[in-house]
C-alpha cells in the first residue's frame, strides 16, 4: 500500500512539473498535492517537504538517465521539463516539420464548435442555432480541412451537409468525436483561448480587433485554441 502510495506521488509530481508553463516550485507542489500527502499520512510542513523533495529527486535522476531524451531542471528556484542539450538539434528539425497552429476567428471556432456535436449540419441549421448568418466562415474550415462536406440532406433545396475531419481530431487530440467535452466545457475553452489572445493587445493599450456581433468577418482578431499541447 505504501509502495503504491509512493508511486502515486511521483506520478503526479512528473505530471504537474511536465505540464507546468513556468518553474513550478516545492511550495506550489506541496499545495497541490495536499490530498495525496495526507493520504499517505503527512500532515507536517517540514515532512511534507521532505517527502516532494526526495520524490522530486528520485525523478530528476531517473531522467537523468541516457535512456531519456527529456530531463528534469532546477530553474529560477522550481523545477521544469527540458530537452537535454544533446538533443537539442534532432528537436529542432522536428519543431520545423510541425504545422503552425491553427489560427480561427471567434465566429469560425463557434461554427465549428456547432458542426462538432451537431453533425452532420447544414449551414442553415448552424445559422439557425448561432443566430447570425455563418456561411462566411465554412469556407475557412474548409480551407483548414478541419470540416468537409458529408453528402446533402433529403428535404427541399438539398442543402450540403458538413461534418468534422480526421485534421479536427488530430489538431484537438481526439480519438473520435465521442471524447468531445460537453457543449458547456467547449464554450468555455473558446472563451479563454479567446480572451487570453486579447490580453496582450489590451495590455499593450491597443484596442482588440474583435469581429462585430453580427457578423462573421474572417479578418477580425484571430485567435488560436488552446486544445492540444506540443510535446
Same mark, same amino acid.
Given at each position: 500500500?505504501?509502495?503504491?502510495?509512493?508511486? %502515486? $506521488?511521483? *506520478?503526479?509530481?512528473?505530471?504537474?512539473?511536465? #505540464?507546468?508553463?513556468? @518553474?513550478? +516550485?516545492?511550495?506550489? /507542489?506541496?499545495?497541490?498535492?495536499?490530498?495525496?500527502?495526507?493520504?499517505?499520512?503527512?500532515?507536517?510542513?517540514?515532512?511534507?517537504?521532505?517527502?516532494?523533495?526526495?520524490?522530486?529527486?528520485?525523478?530528476?535522476?531517473?531522467?537523468?538517465?541516457?535512456?531519456?531524451?527529456?530531463?528534469?531542471?532546477?530553474?529560477?528556484?522550481?523545477?521544469?521539463?527540458?530537452?537535454?542539450?544533446?538533443?537539442?538539434?534532432?528537436?529542432?528539425?522536428?519543431?520545423?516539420?510541425?504545422?503552425?497552429?491553427?489560427?480561427? %476567428? $471567434?465566429? *469560425?471556432?463557434?461554427?465549428?464548435?456547432?458542426? #462538432?456535436?451537431?453533425? @452532420?449540419? +447544414?449551414?442553415?441549421? /448552424?445559422?439557425?442555432?448561432?443566430?447570425?448568418?455563418?456561411?462566411?466562415?465554412?469556407?475557412?474550415?474548409?480551407?483548414?480541412?478541419?470540416?468537409?462536406?458529408?453528402?446533402?440532406?433529403?428535404?427541399?433545396?438539398?442543402?450540403?451537409?458538413?461534418?468534422?475531419?480526421?485534421?479536427?481530431?488530430?489538431?484537438?487530440?481526439?480519438?473520435?468525436?465521442?471524447?468531445?467535452?460537453?457543449?458547456?466545457?467547449?464554450?468555455?475553452?473558446?472563451?479563454?483561448?479567446?480572451?487570453?489572445?486579447?490580453?496582450?493587445?489590451?495590455?499593450?493599450?491597443?484596442?482588440?480587433?474583435?469581429?462585430? #456581433?453580427?457578423?462573421?468577418?474572417?479578418?477580425?482578431?484571430?485567435?488560436?485554441?488552446?486544445?492540444?499541447?506540443?510535446?
Amino acid at each position: 500500500m505504501i509502495l503504491a502510495l509512493t508511486m %502515486s $506521488l511521483k *506520478a503526479q509530481l512528473e505530471a504537474i512539473i511536465y #505540464a507546468a508553463e513556468t @518553474p513550478i +516550485t516545492l511550495e506550489q /507542489i506541496i499545495q497541490l498535492l495536499k490530498e495525496t500527502l495526507a493520504a499517505q499520512g503527512v500532515s507536517d510542513e517540514a515532512e511534507a517537504r521532505s517527502r516532494i523533495r526526495s520524490s522530486v529527486e528520485e525523478l530528476v535522476t531517473e531522467y537523468g538517465s541516457p535512456d531519456h531524451g527529456i530531463e528534469i531542471r532546477e530553474v529560477a528556484g522550481g523545477y521544469r521539463m527540458s530537452t537535454k542539450p544533446e538533443q537539442h538539434e534532432v528537436v529542432r528539425e522536428f519543431a520545423r516539420s510541425l504545422k503552425p497552429p491553427v489560427r480561427l %476567428s $471567434l465566429p *469560425a471556432l463557434e461554427t465549428l464548435a456547432v458542426i #462538432a456535436y451537431k453533425q @452532420p449540419v +447544414t449551414v442553415p441549421e /448552424i445559422s439557425d442555432i448561432r443566430g447570425v448568418d455563418s456561411g462566411g466562415v465554412i469556407g475557412t474550415l474548409l480551407d483548414r480541412k478541419l470540416v468537409t462536406t458529408a453528402g446533402r440532406k433529403q428535404v427541399i433545396g438539398r442543402p450540403i451537409l458538413y461534418r468534422t475531419t480526421k485534421e479536427f481530431l488530430m489538431r484537438f487530440g481526439l480519438k473520435d468525436v465521442s471524447e468531445l467535452p460537453s457543449m458547456e466545457e467547449f464554450e468555455k475553452l473558446v472563451t479563454e483561448s479567446f480572451q487570453a489572445e486579447l490580453l496582450p493587445a489590451e495590455s499593450a493599450g491597443q484596442e482588440p480587433e474583435v469581429a462585430p #456581433a453580427q457578423t462573421d468577418n474572417e479578418h477580425a482578431g484571430d485567435v488560436v485554441p488552446e486544445a492540444e499541447k506540443a510535446g
